[in-house]
């Protein structure tokens, strides 16, 4: 059974930096690419960024610039390099491996 685990969330000032982290069991970590959603208070879940199993990148256009999305295959685990965060960053972001999800970990941006 896939199982996603994500950490790393909480409060931040508006400038600064985050890192969250989603490490995977019970899955081909590898042969699977990954990817990081969010979903901002009272609205729908988006995508925020993807990773392939070659290591190629895809960033929404919100982010694109601020955000890193990296995976290391020895550990299961896949990363978001969260900077310059503004407040319209808040929300539960979510990392997703196919058709499983993680339970998600909150990231608030204060102003």
């Known amino acids: 059974q896939v199982q996603l685990v994500e950490s790393g969330g909480g409060l931040v000032q508006a400038g600064g930096s985050l890192r969250l982290s989603c490490t995977a069991s019970?899955?081909?970590?590898?042969?699977?690419?990954m990817a990081w959603y969010r979903q901002p208070p009272g609205k729908q879940r988006e995508w925020v960024a993807s990773?392939?199993?070659?290591?190629?990148?895809g960033y929404a256009d919100s982010v694109k610039g601020r955000f890193t999305i990296s995976r290391d295959n020895s550990k299961n685990t896949v990363y978001l390099q969260m900077n310059s965060l503004k407040p319209e960053d808040t929300a539960v972001y979510y990392c997703?491996?196919?058709?499983?999800w993680g339970q998600g970990t909150q990231v608030t941006v204060s102003s």
């Open positions: 990773i392939t199993t070659g290591g190629i990148t």
């Open positions: 997703r491996q196919a058709e499983h």
């Open positions: 019970g899955s081909s970590f590898s042969i699977i690419g």
